[in-house]
């Protein structure tokens, strides 16, 4: 069901919970999204270097319980891009076509879109998932994250190498999992037909990665927040979690013991009833 309300969004609920391809829409004031089943709205967004059809599994689960909104990012997927690849820039652009109150779920640099999202628009986000979403993930001092150099890397990769680039990120996702081969296999076939990101969207998205820091923002959240970690994740390491509790002391955190940076592809059952039972207490 694809829905054509410009912010006040709600699933209707006496639609059956059919699963549909999205109606997409390119200009500059709309977002190419899809949503499906009824109850209370929740948004799920992307992580770097994919799209939405990454959480179409996991939606086809949540939206027997939720309106699950699946939004692609500026520049992924089949959004057009953005000159100013800023968080808010970013923020206001999927929040034209979003409901006006939304559980809000990202997934890395979705996280740190969605954080940014809670922190200056609050009335829009009842409660705040990030998943694997450092608010900061380059390492600094004593907090413990990405080599800046890592990112540099990537952005040399995706100009001179996207493919190959693009490739050898999406193995990381899983890399370390328990079920590593598995993971990657269901990751690349979500993705197989669609079509590649931006190459001027990447490079800002690494940019984001790599300057964005979030830990002020993120201390001043005025909504419960879960945080969800793969312990194995090379990318956002569980190390943290203490400082997020001195940032945040109301942060509620959850370890996948089997998982890397996609808890959601590698222990899906188990996420699935760690959001049912965040969104329901």
Request: glycine fraction near 6%; charge should be negative; proline fraction near 5%.
């Amino acid at each position: 069901m694809s829905i054509e309300q410009q912010s006040n969004n709600q699933c209707d609920e006496s639609t059956n919970l059919q699963i549909s391809a999205p109606e997409v829409r390119h200009s500059e004031h709309q977002v190419a999204y899809q949503s499906m089943g009824t109850g209370k709205n929740l948004v799920l967004v992307h992580g770097w270097g994919v799209n939405s059809a990454i959480w179409q599994l996991t939606a086809e689960q949540l939206s027997q319980h939720y309106c699950v909104h699946l939004v692609d990012l500026p520049g992924f997927g089949k959004e057009p891009e953005i000159s100013d690849y800023s968080l808010a820039n970013i923020s206001d652009t999927i929040l034209r076509k979003l409901p006006d109150n939304a559980i809000w779920c990202g997934w890395s640099l979705g996280g740190l879109i969605a954080t940014y999202v809670a922190r200056h628009h609050p009335a829009r986000v009842e409660k705040l998932i990030q998943v694997c979403a450092a608010i900061k993930f380059v390492e600094q001092a004593q907090w413990l994250g990405v080599k800046r150099a890592v990112f540099e890397r990537f952005k040399t990769g995706v100009v001179t190498q996207p493919e190959k680039t693009l490739n050898r990120f999406l193995s990381l996702q899983a890399m370390g999992s328990v079920t590593v081969k598995n993971d990657i296999a269901i990751i690349k076939g979500l993705l197989a037909e669609q079509p590649q990101p931006k190459q001027d969207a990447l490079v800002a998205g690494l940019d984001l990665l790599s300057n964005v820091d979030l830990r002020e923002s993120f201390s001043q959240l005025t909504m419960p927040c879960l945080s969800l970690f793969g312990r194995l994740d090379s990318l956002v390491p569980i190390a943290n979690m203490p400082e997020l509790i001195k940032l945040y002391p109301a942060n509620q955190q959850v370890i996948f013991e089997h998982s890397s940076h996609a808890p959601f592809i590698s222990e899906s059952v188990h996420f699935q009833r760690v959001v049912i039972d965040f969104i329901e207490g």
